[in-house]
């Protein structure tokens, strides 16, 4: 059995990177509500522990507490912020509240020599409280301006504890903090590579399908396209890949699937014209969480409908990956609230036919991508734009009628073409993702001397590292520039482009 990290999840708004760091570092975790049933977490075999931050107070009532099990395990222990506080708290020393609040970058000193801190000085602070007392077998390790114990440690249980988020990217040389608790203090082998992601995922495939033939749902994206290449790979023709166009798709998506799959790795390959229909349940409709759960119903009738035609397969494969898991509240995995329903997880009807095979459930971005590159998929494939489940419907506010999501298909191909061009998609591009979307806005123009009162386009630029925060892109003026110049002059219908500036946090990367 893989060893790993059980990461527990206190609240924190970091939680995830924590496993997006610990991932990078080639360790295998997973991330738990921190009152997890104990026989679920010990069941990846663990090798320590890391406890998250969040945002109660530990002397707070119903407050979350460090169980029992995890203490009495004799694993290594990393505690951070809260996580430092509940383990302070639960092994007798004290915390009170902080006179003055601590909040983003801080120096800190360290007291002691040790690896674990080792390149380690401006950090990342957040909280309201500090320890101010050690329990018995802790000394200091460091310390900041605000917090005596800015991080401490028992080294002979191996329990340490740190105030700061060595988890984002404004704590110097954190990154190498985690991989030294999870390599060095732990003993976990660094064996998480994409070619141990697909031998372990296609030992559960096959344990899971056994003989049994196995449907796939592929959107021309890259996860549902690695996730179809990745059952195909375990079990060979007993896989049947279904590619509904649904008039929602980008420009010439269904070109693109068919050639990766069928002609690039032999897969079996229905394909269906449905955009009447997608087309025909959308009129109307505006609200967005309305659209995603009638994309995703008129996708499962569409696959049942095809599944009698193909034997009728008891399972249906979706390329849901770790932040649609995230942002939909996926059961045991986290308490955080849920901000929209994904077409892979949230917009699915109750009375499904299928059993769900999802083989990148807990995959972040990066790593599917690598996954996908190692079974042989083109770059170009791999490493193109992602594309939400309910394609174009939550790229066009308001109603999603043949016109404007044709509006809406050309000025999105315009971006695609003057980005890549000037270098910023792909692999080794600037931009993580770029799309444009069609406001229900119209605005007074004038074009050869006339008036016009047309709709606007807005533009989408992010840069991310796990899709679980982003921030909007700075694009060079003169490109930005091009690409309104090109979409007004060549996109009937659009004549105003705005670009949008808002970070994730507190925006989501897609509009709707």
């Known amino acids: 059995m893989t060893e790993s990290i059980a990461i527990l999840d206190f609240g924190s708004q970091y939680a995830q990177i924590i496993a997006r760091r610990v991932r990078e570092a080639q360790v295998y975790c997973e991330l738990f509500p921190w009152d997890a049933p104990a026989d679920k977490i010990l069941s990846i075999n663990p090798k320590g522990f890391i406890l998250s931050g969040g945002p109660k107070s530990v002397y707070e009532e119903n407050a979350p507490y460090i169980q029992k099990f995890i203490l009495e395990s004799g694993l290594p222990i990393l505690g951070i912020c809260y996580g430092m506080q509940a383990l302070t708290h639960a092994l007798g020393g004290k915390v009170d509240p902080s006179a003055q609040r601590e909040y983003g970058p801080a120096e800190i000193q360290p007291l002691l020599s040790t690896p674990l801190l080792s390149n380690l000085s401006r950090v990342w602070m957040s909280h309201g409280d500090k320890v101010t007392q050690l329990p018995d077998g802790f000394v200091a ?145 505006t609200d967005p969480e309305q659209k995603r759960k009638i994309v995703g119903e008129k996708f499962i009738r569409i696959f049942e409908r095809e599944a009698k035609n193909v034997g009728q397969p008891k399972y249906l494969v979706q390329g849901t990956i770790y932040p649609d898991v995230v942002e939909s ?46 079974l042989g998929l083109s770059p170009s494939l791999v490493w193109r734009q992602p594309f939400p489940g309910p394609g174009l419907t939550v790229r066009c506010l ?87 110049n090109r979409i007004v002059n060549e996109v009937e219908g659009i004549n105003r482009v705005v670009y949008d500036i808002t970070s994730k946090p507190p925006a989501t990367i897609e509009w709707e």
């Open 329 to 374: 509240s996926g059961p045991d995995r986290s308490k955080a609230a849920k901000i929209k329903s994904h077409h892979n997880v949230g917009g699915l009807p109750e009375d499904m036919q299928f059993e769900l095979v999802e083989p990148l459930r807990y995959l972040f971005k990066d790593e599917v991508r690598l996954v996908g590159e190692a």
């Open 141 to 285: 390790l460091a310390k900041s301006g605000n917090s005596p114990f800015a991080a401490m440690g028992d080294v002979k249980r191996k329990y340490f504890g740190v105030q700061f988020h060595p988890e984002v990217h404004h704590t110097s040389n954190g990154a190498e903090l985690l991989k030294h608790f999870a390599i060095d203090i732990c003993g976990v082998t660094p064996d998480w590579t994409p070619s141990s992601i697909i031998e372990t995922s296609v030992k559960r495939i096959r344990d899971q399908v056994g003989k049994e033939r196995v449907l796939a749902a592929v959107s021309g994206g890259v996860d549902s396209t690695v996730a179809a290449a990745l059952v195909h790979k375990a079990i060979g023709d007993q896989l049947v890949t279904v590619f509904v166009d649904t008039g929602l798709m980008r420009y010439k998506e269904g070109e693109q699937v068919a050639s990766a799959l069928h002609d690039g790795l032999g897969v079996e390959l229905i394909a269906v014209e449905a955009s009447d229909d997608f087309f025909g349940a959308l009129k109307g409709v």
């Open 398 to 484: 308001g109603e999603c009628t043949p016109e404007r999501v044709s509006r809406l298909r050309a000025a999105d191909h315009v971006l695609q073409e003057e980005l890549s061009a000037a270098g910023f998609l792909g692999k080794g591009g600037k931009a993580s993702q770029a799309f444009v979307v069609l406001l229900p806005v119209r605005s007074v123009g004038v074009m050869g001397d006339q008036r016009t009162y047309q709709e606007t386009a807005a533009i989408r630029v992010v840069t991310t590292e796990d899709f679980m925060t982003a921030d909007w892109a700075r694009l060079p003026h003169d490109l930005l520039a091009k690409v309104s």
